[in-house]
């Protein structure tokens, strides 16, 4: 079974904070449902665990400064995929 990565998001699917970074794990969970679909079943097996850890992030640095570190986390992936494939 493959990892699933969603696209980085584009100016209409922003994932909406608010003002309140503690409501940030509804949002990402309710973005989850707005990308896959209201059932879990057809959610990565990972997405139960994972976000707890932006939240924590987003609630630490608030939700501008996570931003950039959720971009820039992004591309170290890529770099990393990419050397892996070369």
């Known amino acids: 079974m493959g990892c699933r990565?969603?696209?980085p998001p584009g100016p209409a699917q922003a994932v909406r904070v608010g003002r309140d970074?503690?409501?940030f794990s509804f949002?990402?969970?309710e973005e989850l449902g707005n990308h896959y679909g209201?059932?879990?079943d057809s959610r990565?097996?990972?997405a139960e665990h994972v976000i707890?850890?932006?939240a924590i992030v987003v609630n630490e640095l608030g939700?501008?400064?996570a931003a950039h570190w959720f971009v820039a986390a992004r591309r170290v992936h890529l770099h990393v995929v990419a050397a892996d494939q070369a």
């Open 5 to 7: 990565v969603l696209p």
């Open 21 to 23: 970074p503690q409501n």
């Open 27 to 29: 949002h990402l969970a």
């Open 38 to 40: 209201s059932s879990t």
């Open 44 to 46: 990565p097996t990972s």
């Open 52 to 54: 707890p850890y932006p």
């Open 63 to 65: 939700a501008d400064r």
